[in-house]
């Protein structure tokens, strides 16, 4: 496990990257999967799936806002705080409770997150489903 120092900076630079690409992974998907349902018979039930799946990606954000916010603003606190601290420094979070910790808040940051990709995963399921359907 890397240490406090390391890590938090490691989730910022990670988040960045994610910020950065994901809008646009986002609006892609969504469009794509709506220009699909777009062309289908609306009674046809490839059009809901494509309807379903354009409408989950959206979704990520809310979620995120909702739901990671006050994580990612811990972290960004403590790589602001830790970013000049020593790699070797083993007692940054001493005292705090395992849930303030680094390592805690980027677990309890891993287990949202891994919520939130299911909606991605949901939709590519979704999406591939109706492509098969309108075959």
């Keep these: 496990m890397a240490p406090a120092p390391v890590a938090a900076r490691q989730f910022e630079k990670l988040w960045v990257l994610g910020y950065t690409t994901g809008p646009a992974l986002a609006v892609i998907t969504t469009l794509a999967n709506a220009y699909v349902a777009y062309h289908l018979d609306p009674k046809s039930l490839a059009f809901k799936l494509s309807l379903a799946a354009s409408s989950l990606a959206p979704i990520i954000y809310s979620v995120t806002w909702a739901f990671m916010e006050d994580i990612n603003q811990k972290l960004f606190a403590k790589a602001?705080?830790?970013g000049?601290?020593?790699?070797?420094d083993k007692g940054l979070d001493a005292g705090?409770?395992?849930?303030?910790t680094t390592h805690g808040l980027i677990q309890v940051w891993g287990n949202r997150h891994l919520v939130?990709?299911?909606l991605a995963a949901v939709s590519s399921i979704l999406a591939i489903w109706a492509a098969l359907v309108a075959r």
């Design 80 to 82: 602001k705080t830790l």
């Design 84 to 88: 000049s601290s020593s790699p070797v």
């Design 116 to 118: 939130r990709s299911s």
């Design 96 to 100: 705090l409770p395992k849930s303030e």
